[in-house]
């Protein structure tokens, strides 16, 4: 994040006579790394955070439209850890989410930013809508207090000089950024051969068999009932209903392909494990010639 001091004008003009602000076009840099991770924490309903050009999470969560203080112990280990890896940066801001009811701070939220705003007086912060935010458009907003001072004597805090809205991607960068997100839930082979608990797989079976039985014989009814009713009947009979023979289909070429793939799960596993016991005992048996 880069931002340019700037400094209160107008102090020495006279109450209700708006005056020329100095105002240095302050704008907010918000890396796609940590974009990405504000979105994803947004959608998990986590609501509190701090934030650099990188992010991490704090251990908060909020009820409703509130959030909770932010927690300085954990943020001071955070920083402590950081500066083991080689990560120096100081907290310039924090951000948080408004789940589907836009950008904007509460009464919750002003308090937040003026507790950051006294340990930082130049804290940003940053609220973004998850829930809003679609591919192309991401709803954020940047916000910072006004010296309630400076209204007492009405004069003008700042002036709007530019909204940028999203920044031109240099060149070179968007195949980078691809991949990143490509990598974000990437499977790799290993994770075909992983093994799922057995309790937990054969409850899924029993459960997934236990619905398909009840769908076969409403399956079975609904082929009997065909037989008696007449085409205009046809039409309007099932409108609305659950269609049992596209439900079983459903459950069970899943169920099938998972057991299979469990099979050759265990298959492999027994494999691999039968040649590593091999592999261990050929030493031992080399001594037992050796000493006969």
């Given at each position: 994040?880069?931002l340019?001091?700037?400094?209160l004008?107008?102090?020495?003009?006279p109450?209700?006579?708006?005056?020329?602000?100095?105002?240095?076009?302050?704008?907010?840099?918000i890396?796609s790394?940590?974009?990405?991770?504000?979105?994803?924490?947004?959608?998990a309903?986590?609501?509190?955070?701090?934030?650099?050009g990188?992010?991490f999470?704090?251990?908060q969560?909020?009820?409703?439209?509130?959030a909770?203080?932010?927690d300085?112990?954990?943020?001071?280990?955070?920083?402590?850890?950081?500066?083991?890896?080689?990560?120096p940066?100081?907290?310039?801001?924090?951000?948080?989410?408004?789940?589907?009811?836009?950008?904007w701070?509460s009464?919750?939220?002003?308090?937040?930013?003026?507790?950051?705003?006294?340990?930082?007086?130049?804290?940003?912060a940053?609220?973004?809508d998850?829930?809003?935010?679609?591919?192309?458009?991401?709803v954020?907003?940047?916000f910072?207090?006004?010296?309630?001072q400076?209204?007492m004597l009405g004069?003008?805090?700042?002036q709007?000089?530019?909204?940028?809205?999203?920044?031109?991607?240099?060149?070179?960068?968007?195949?980078?950024?691809?991949?990143?997100l490509?990598n974000?839930?990437?499977?790799?082979?290993?994770?075909?051969?992983?093994?799922?608990?057995?309790?937990?797989?054969?409850?899924?079976?029993?459960e997934?068999l236990?619905?398909?039985?009840?769908?076969?014989?409403?399956?079975?009814?609904?082929?009997?009932e065909?037989?008696?009713?007449?085409?205009d009947?046809?039409?309007?009979?099932y409108?609305?209903?659950?269609?049992?023979?596209k439900?079983?289909?459903e459950?069970?070429?899943?169920?099938?392909?998972?057991?299979?793939?469990?099979?050759?799960?265990?298959m492999?596993d027994?494999?691999a494990?039968?040649?590593?016991?091999i592999d261990g005992s050929?030493?031992?048996?080399?001594?037992?010639m050796?000493?006969d």
């Amino acid at each position: 994040m880069h931002l340019v001091v700037q400094g209160l004008g107008g102090m020495g003009t006279p109450p209700g006579v708006d005056a020329l602000v100095i105002d240095n076009s302050e704008v907010v840099y918000i890396s796609s790394l940590a974009l990405l991770k504000m979105l994803r924490h947004g959608r998990a309903g986590l609501l509190l955070f701090l934030r650099f050009g990188d992010v991490f999470a704090i251990p908060q969560s909020g009820t409703g439209v509130s959030a909770e203080a932010v927690d300085p112990m954990f943020q001071t280990k955070m920083m402590d850890m950081r500066r083991q890896t080689g990560r120096p940066e100081t907290v310039v801001g924090w951000y948080h989410s408004h789940p589907g009811f836009g950008c904007w701070l509460s009464s919750v939220n002003i308090n937040t930013q003026q507790s950051f705003k006294q340990l930082t007086p130049r804290a940003v912060a940053v609220a973004i809508d998850p829930i809003q935010s679609v591919k192309g458009k991401v709803v954020t907003d940047a916000f910072r207090l006004m010296n309630p001072q400076s209204l007492m004597l009405g004069q003008e805090p700042r002036q709007t000089t530019s909204n940028l809205g999203h920044l031109n991607k240099p060149l070179s960068r968007p195949h980078l950024e691809e991949n990143m997100l490509m990598n974000l839930h990437k499977t790799v082979w290993t994770d075909g051969l992983t093994m799922e608990d057995f309790k937990l797989l054969a409850k899924k079976s029993r459960e997934r068999l236990e619905k398909m039985v009840g769908l076969a014989d409403s399956y079975e009814k609904r082929v009997k009932e065909e037989n008696d009713l007449t085409k205009d009947d046809m039409k309007t009979r099932y409108v609305g209903k659950v269609d049992p023979k596209k439900h079983l289909e459903e459950l069970g070429k899943p169920g099938i392909e998972k057991n299979i793939a469990g099979v050759l799960d265990e298959m492999v596993d027994n494999e691999a494990s039968f040649a590593a016991d091999i592999d261990g005992s050929k030493p031992g048996h080399v001594e037992a010639m050796d000493e006969d």
